[in-house]
């Protein structure tokens, strides 16, 4: 069946609107060839330590040398980390290998992590010693064999990285005490691996890359088969969409989303090594005035973040004096930009915020507005090359041109399914279609413009409610720093609006809240109740979490 595509009169003239041959068979090839040809470049910096593509290739080659010594092609290797040299280092040794990647949220609990390794069947896991102790707890219930540990500063080394991990250890008190037998540190590995033969190893496109678990919100935490031809597609597709905005080897990259999440992974870590980029690895973004400070070292050129992550900087004393003389753009993901957070940001660094859309299940860019934007437009953008997104009914049939539905995309960096559960796989992927779960409409330009999650969605009398558009009011309001909508049970209802405000001024009332949303929304979406917090309960990547705000609440606002 063929399908509407008003979004190709939108591409630039040199973006194709379909991928043609892939350039690499695998991310091992893509990332294997970045190093060789910008060996030089520097390729990730973290607390002021750089290493180069090529000081990258040889401390993989080295680590994909113990690995081969230690496991056999295609097994699954846990990396629980958060951005730090290490990472890049584990990710391109263990692709190397010939293995699998399966990425861990380091924040993860000992029970959430059990069903991570033993149902991805990992069979090593490289660990920070800041969560060693969550692992402990569990090791010897899964089919892990080897343990690498290793520390905030291993690899900014000498004094600098010896007290680094003096401080956290012994003055912060971070890294909880552990025991696991036979473990041995990121270095020693190296060093063992300088002593073994590296063989390397041709692997396909349909072989599975990485084992991206989504984040377990909706229920229990799913495997996302990833393949070679998934990702390689993915950074291939992104980098029509940006490379005439992008020169080789002049890119500096802020990373603060972490690399264990599938946005950073493919676009920090994968697409930006295509051009020779720096990358700046951010290991704790929550530390704000710690994260300002890193910028005003660097006279970056694209940061990518979600909206939380944006909202906070714009708060940040610091941040609005910060040098953005070279700051080509940002790019947003992740949960939607808001409106009030967009214009600010316009405000403070000349450039306009584009928001992109993708799953773990799409590898995860599916739409993204044309780079450099010169307005925020409220949508996702349009589909990248070779992708098709089709807005469906409940039954799976198309729907016109501005009438809401689930988002449904198809295109080459759809996952191969979910790892051992492939009653889940049919039910998200129908007719070649992956059904996001995500309530969205499509513009007559085809730009798509995402109403909310499904399953946030409110029922007000019958109305639909979407969070997203409460919130977007309600932020407009220069006192909320952000907030979430959830609903509650009301006899009358069904439901009604409450709303969630963490403020900036203590003067701020429930009744000014409110008076605000009145003035911006229909009667029947005006929050009932407000309530403040300090903060709001979010998830690894800065994702306001709803589900944990919908416990049941009194109401007294």
Known sequence: MTIERPWLKQYKPDVPHELGELPYDSVAEMLNDACQKYASNEAY???????????????????????????????????????????????????????????????????????????????????IENTACTLAEIVDKTGVEKVITTTIGEMVGGLKGMVMDFVIKKVKKMVPPFNISGSVSFKTALKMGRSLTYTPVKRKLDDIAFLQYTGGTTGVSKGA????????????????????????????????????????????????????????????????????????????????????????????????????????????????????TATKWKQVTGVTLAEAYGLTETSPAACMNIVPMKEYNGTIGIPIPGTDCQIQDDDGNPLPIGEAGELCIRGPQVMLGYLNRPDETAKTIVDGWLKTGDVAVMDENGYFKIVDRKKNMILVSGFNVFPNEIEDAACLHDNIVECAAVGIPDEKSGEIVKLFVVKNNEALTDKDVINHCREHLTGYKVPKLVEFREELPKSNVGKILHKDLREPTTQNG
């Not at 040398?65 to 056999?72: D, E, G, H, V």
């Not at 493919?266 to 005035?289: E, H, V, W």
């Not at 610091?318 to 953005?324: E, T, V």
């Open 45 to 127: 910096v973290n607390f002021g330590k750089s290493i180069t593509y090529q000081q990258l290739d040889e401390y993989s080659k080295q680590l994909a040398a113990f690995l081969q010594a230690n496991f056999k092609t295609g097994d699954s290797i846990a990396i629980m980390m958060p951005n730090v040299l290490q990472y890049p280092i584990a990710v391109q040794a263990i692709l190397r290998a010939g293995m699998v990647v399966t990425n861990v949220n380091p924040l993860y609990t000992p029970r959430e992590l059990e069903h991570q390794l033993n149902d991805s069947g990992a069979k090593a896991i490289i660990v």
């Open 225 to 340: 088969m990833l393949t070679n031809k998934n990702m390689v597609s993915n950074v291939t597709q992104t980098r029509l969409w940006i490379s005439s905005e992008i020169e080789d080897g002049k890119e500096i990259i802020i990373t603060a989303l972490p690399l264990y999440h599938i946005f950073a992974l493919t676009a920090n870590c994968l697409t930006f090594a295509q051009y020779g980029s720096k990358n700046i690895l951010i290991t704790n973004p929550r530390d704000m005035p710690g994260f300002v400070k890193e910028l005003s070292q660097h006279k970056f050129t694209v940061l990518t973040g979600v909206n939380t992550l944006f909202n906070g900087l714009l708060n940040t004393p610091g941040f609005a004096d910060l040098d953005f003389s070279q700051f080509k753009f940002a790019l947003g993901g992740g949960m939607a930009v808001q409106k009030g």
